[in-house]
């Protein structure tokens, strides 16, 4: 597990904070007025809250800006008698945002963050005011979800790997050393901005996964799509009704291999079928490493315009 107290060079100089309401002791960075309006951001694989380092920084002047690490990521605990399916997570995220008792939230999802974000939303959509998904999929109850997943898995190296390593018995193995294949795991996955890899960049996503037991959380999703075991939430008519209403944005790198636009961005149109999407050329899956600050400067437009 990542230090609690390392800043990784000064590229993370937030303060850890710790909140044990989903049982196990879950890291979150809290930043901006504690009476501001809430930004929850929701990571992915194999990431953690430092992927919003940038969002953080550019936001939390107005905002108040939350990023918790996923159960078994970042500078959170690993219990070893869980299990790590989606739904385990937008267990965790829930009893997290009742126990911090967060409202007002404009969530910011990236990858699996999308399916855990809205699953949180289906649940408590009374406490969610804005979405913007961030090449994050928004999965709500869509007929047309599992079509598009395996239409997406056909094409993606990602998902073809994770299928033939599971049938092969080598997934865990590999994920189980991920900290030290972290570079090659992210670029199979996709990012294009090669400037930001440096020592602190690979020590700050590999350091978390130092032994097999640490990677449980990177194992658990990616195997949970190849044995089928993640659950995603299906609303319920009130709150399809109420989160539909919702002002919402997407932001996708088009570059993005793992989660294809042409698959993705439909889900989130059938829901939001008014909202705006920004398509961005040559910025790949992690889009919030590849164009930080031009991100940044689309969320907090669109936090200004709504």
């Known amino acids: 597990m990542t230090p609690s107290n390392d800043t990784f060079d000064g590229t993370f100089?937030?303060?850890?904070?710790?909140?044990?309401?989903?049982?196990f002791r879950m890291h979150y960075v809290d930043e901006g007025p504690t009476c501001g309006e809430v930004i929850l951001c929701l990571h992915g694989e194999p990431t953690w809250s430092y992927?919003?380092?940038?969002?953080?920084?550019?936001?939390?002047?107005?905002?108040?800006?939350?990023?918790?690490d996923h159960m078994g990521f970042g500078k959170s605990e690993t219990p070893v008698h869980r299990t790590y399916w989606l739904q385990d997570h937008v267990d965790n995220i829930e009893r997290f945002v009742l126990e911090l008792d967060l409202n007002d939230i404009t969530l910011v999802m990236h990858d699996f963050g999308g399916p855990v974000g809205m699953g949180l939303a289906a649940r408590h959509p009374d406490r969610i005011r804005r979405i913007v998904s961030t090449n994050g999929p928004t999965p709500f109850g869509q007929r047309t979800l599992f079509e598009r997943l395996n239409a997406n898995a056909a094409v993606s190296p990602w998902f073809q790997w994770i299928v033939r390593a599971e049938s092969q018995g080598r997934l865990e193995p590999v994920l189980g050393e991920l900290g030290f294949n972290i570079l090659s795991t992210l670029k199979l996955n996709g990012f294009e901005n090669h400037a930001r890899i440096n020592d602190t960049w690979l020590r700050a996503?590999?350091?978390?996964?130092?032994?097999?037991?640490d990677s449980a959380g990177a194992i658990g999703w990616a195997k949970g799509f190849a044995i089928g075991a993640h659950r995603f939430e299906v609303p319920d008519a009130a709150a399809l009704a109420a989160i539909r209403s919702r002002p919402a944005l997407a932001i996708w790198g088009d570059a993005d291999r793992t989660l294809a636009a042409e698959h993705?961005?439909?889900?989130?149109?059938?829901?939001?079928?008014?909202?705006?999407?920004?398509?961005?050329t040559?910025?790949?899956?992690?889009?919030?490493?590849?164009?930080?600050?031009?991100?940044?400067?689309?969320?907090?437009?669109?936090?200004?315009a709504h």
């Open 264 to 280: 993705f961005l439909p889900l989130f149109s059938e829901l939001f079928p008014q909202a705006s999407i920004h398509r961005l």
């Open 51 to 68: 992927l919003f380092r940038g969002l953080i920084a550019a936001l939390s002047g107005s905002y108040r800006v939350v990023a918790p």
């Open 205 to 213: 996503y590999g350091s978390r996964f130092a032994v097999p037991a």
């Open 282 to 304: 040559g910025v790949g899956h992690y889009s919030l490493e590849d164009a930080p600050q031009e991100i940044a400067n689309l969320i907090a437009a669109f936090l200004e």
């Open 13 to 23: 100089p937030f303060a850890p904070r710790f909140n044990d309401a989903a049982g």
